[in-house]
């Protein structure tokens, strides 16, 4: 078994302001990340030359993950799911009906997880339509 180390400081970005989530997507060369600011997801680029405001929301992002092709980009907020196609900045919001507290991307199966504040857990297609995959099979929930 590997042993695990303290992992050594890459780089070290102050842009000025909190932090709240972050998204790196797969790339070859680190040339770019997500950011998000309160109600904000800005596009990066590695020399912080360039921001690219993605998503601008009512509320607070809670939670946010880029998909591995880099194409797709989900955040959470309250209650409200954002799905952006990043090329084109086309978005669709999800109703989720509760607060959603954390999300996932799965790049197996081009789907996304949401954790909600009731305990359940659903899994979405995010560019098909505005129901979630549990809803589709009978809405079977996480006991």
Partial sequence: MAKLTITK???NWNIGVPVKRIAV???DKLEFFYI???KQIYKVNENM???TKILSAKLPIRDMCVSPNNLI???IEGSNIHIVEIGSKRKVVYK???QVN???YNPEQELIATGDENGHIKLWYPQVNE???SDLYNDHNIK
Avoid: F, M, R
């Fill in 96 to 98: 989720n009906g509760v």
């Fill in 9 to 11: 400081l890459l780089k």
């Fill in 49 to 51: 030359k360039h921001k």
């Fill in 25 to 27: 997507p797969k790339q």
């Fill in 131 to 133: 129901k979630s995959v």
């Fill in 36 to 38: 998000a600011i309160d």
């Fill in 102 to 104: 954390c999300i996932a």
């Fill in 73 to 75: 980009l989900c955040a």
